[in-house]
């Protein structure tokens, strides 16, 4: 039900120690769309990211209040297994992770972890393909993946993220290692991934939010206030028209 | 780099000082270099100095013992009459309680090292490296003793019939004792795994344990075989602990329950007694030294084998 929304971000604040790092964020995350996060850096953008699959839970000291509600229940209420959350909502980082293991045994991790009945070659294989990368590896399948170059691998971590089957993808600056043509490829994944996943990436690139992105929130901090979402809706409109002053200045490239 | 920096540095310097400076630093530059090269080199010579003198004065053992009937044999009695040179006994007992130790300090330690990377929290690190330093400083001697008055009669309440000197105890201590060996460098390998493979495996829905297993652990690896081929080699060349507490009767057997003796042992109890020095039962202590460091070396290389074969590079 393309249209309806998937998220739902409700007063959400979160610390790391006694730091602030997001501050009374609510908006909804439309549902097989692309959502793209822009802002500063150090505005507070991954770490928004990171609470959509309670990564922040790994750091010592973090803490979160407000609701993140994923198909309306609330992900950080009492009980919720976060590596069930994390099972639906799958992340691509920043710098490509592969394991330091086969290509094949990158994509199946998941699948294994997870306790995968069928067949794990062909889930391996589809997953390869919905991340455009099968026809470049499917002869390498049990080399390292370290030997593929970064947009390769790249794409791989895609492949292993998708391969469980997630309903939502975060992807943290996907691109910002890789050059413009591998770039363009992910970019060009996305959109097609896009028809079946929900898409949230971060991104320092307007153009690319621009380009990939259905809907766009732009991020800010003041002094020593990070955290702040100043305004939230659909990317055509927020690059067009911006209603807010300082939107209107980071797009047109007079901050950050 | 840094170099560079330091040559761009230099002639930025008025050229008065630097010329004065030049003679002196060349002279310090160079002095330095023979000192440090004389240390290097004195770990070396040592090496081969041991290397020579084993196999100069095992070769008089071997004019007169075939290496085959030293190597074959399985009765050890270069002492008593009638005399016997088969060294397979002293072997079984090094590796009978090299194996216990083994397959104490093999999980132990590493399961220590996987909760201190993955699990604990810095509080406790901070407690727990530290007790396992002290525990690696105690004297073996102490561990000796250890195992005497107190593992083996508590064995004793298990197995009756167990000697107060046995294998199992000497080796059941032996693997406490290179716990912390195995721990703290199987530890180290683990921290220098790059916590983006870590974030990865989480982010797949992975539990702490399935990180620790299938990510750390693998990545680790070739550390945490450096960390036993290490401790083994520790196990194998320990002395004291076998000469108080492992027994000293030479005897071709793999039941820990019994009285054994190891070679480091048998070296000890020959060089502390009246064999005169030359004689052909002296010159075992050579013999079965060689056959010792060969052991060890061996074992060095398979480590280097292995950690080639397995590495995970990241
Ligand atoms: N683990 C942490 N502990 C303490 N403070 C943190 C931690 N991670 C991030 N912060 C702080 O939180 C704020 C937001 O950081 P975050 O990484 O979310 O910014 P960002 O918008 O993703 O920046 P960039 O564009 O540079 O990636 C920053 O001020 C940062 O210093
Ligand atoms: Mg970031």
Redesign the pocket.
């Known amino acids: 039900m393309p249209g309806s929304s998937i998220i739902e971000v409700k007063g959400l604040n979160m610390w790391?120690?006694n730091?602030q790092?997001?501050r009374n964020i609510s908006l909804t995350i439309p549902r097989h769309q692309v959502t793209a996060?822009i802002?500063?850096?150090?505005?507070?953008?991954?770490?928004?990211?990171?609470c959509f699959n309670r990564m922040?839970d790994l750091?010592p000291?973090?803490r979160v209040a407000g609701q993140v509600l994923f198909d309306g229940q609330d992900i950080y209420a009492p009980g919720v297994d976060p590596t069930e959350i994390r099972s639906r909502v799958g992340m691509v980082f920043?710098k490509p992770n592969p394991f330091p293991k086969s290509i094949f045994d990158n994509v199946a991790f998941g699948l294994r972890i997870n306790g995968y009945q069928g067949n794990l070659a062909e889930a391996v294989e589809s997953s390869l393909r919905r991340a455009a990368l099968w026809d470049e590896v499917k002869d390498l399948l049990h080399k390292s993946a370290l030997a593929l170059s970064g947009g390769q691998q790249q794409r791989l971590c895609i492949a292993r993220a998708i391969a469980i089957e997630p309903a939502v993808i975060l992807m943290?600056?996907p691109c910002s290692a890789l050059d413009p043509v591998a770039t363009l490829k992910i970019e060009d994944l996305m959109r097609s991934l896009a028809e079946d996943y929900t898409i949230i990436i971060?991104t320092?690139n307007m153009q690319q939010a621009a380009r990939v992105s259905d809907t766009t929130a732009f991020?800010t901090?003041e002094e020593d206030r990070?955290?702040i979402v100043v305004e939230y809706g659909p990317t055509s409109e927020l690059f067009a028209n911006p209603k807010d002053k300082r939107t209107e200045d980071y797009i047109t490239g007079r901050f950050g | 780099m840094k170099r560079h920096l330091a040559e761009a540095g230099d002639a930025a310097l008025p050229p008065g000082p630097r010329a004065m400076r030049g003679g002196w630093q060349h002279l310090e530059s160079k002095l330095v270099h023979w000192l440090l090269f004389g240390c290097a080199l004195l770990s070396i010579a040592t090496t081969l100095g041991i290397v020579v003198s084993l196999l100069s004065q095992a070769l008089g053992f071997f004019r007169e013992v075939s290496i085959w009937e030293f190597l074959t044999g399985t009765r050890w009695a270069p002492i008593l009459v009638p005399q016997s040179f088969g060294v397979l006994p002293l072997v079984a007992g090094t590796l009978l309680v090299t194996v216990i130790a083994a397959a104490v300090a093999m999980p132990v330690g590493i399961a220590t090292a996987i909760f201190l990377s993955e699990y604990a929290p810095d509080r406790v690190r901070r407690i727990i490296k530290p007790s396992l330093e002290i525990l690696a400083g105690i004297p073996t001697v102490v561990y000796g003793y250890f195992a005497l008055t107190l593992i083996s009669p508590l064995l004793q309440k298990v197995f009756p019939d167990m000697l107060i000197f046995n294998a199992l105890s000497a080796g059941l201590v032996m693997g406490l004792m290179i716990i912390p060996m195995v721990s703290s460098i199987s530890e180290d390998a683990m921290l220098a795994v790059p916590r983006s493979l870590r974030e990865g495996a989480y982010a797949l829905g992975a539990t702490r344990l399935e990180v620790a297993l299938r990510v750390t652990v693998p990545a680790a690896l070739s550390g945490i075989i450096a960390a036993f081929i290490l401790a083994l080699s520790r196990a194998i060349g320990e002395t004291m602990l076998v000469t108080i507490a492992a027994g000293a009767t030479p005897k071709m057997t793999f039941n820990p329950l019994e009285s054994i003796q190891t070679m480091t042992a048998f070296i000890v109890q020959l060089s502390l007694g009246e064999t005169p020095h030359g004689s052909l039962e002296y010159n075992t202590i050579f013999a079965v030294g060689l056959l010792l460091f060969l052991m060890t070396l061996v074992m060095n290389l398979l480590g280097h084998w292995v950690v080639r074969r397995w590495q995970e590079r990241y």
């Open positions: 790391y120690g730091f790092a997001l996060v802002g500063p850096s150090g505005c507070g953008k991954s770490t928004f990211l990171r922040n750091i000291g973090a920043q943290d600056e971060v320092h991020m901090m990070a955290g």
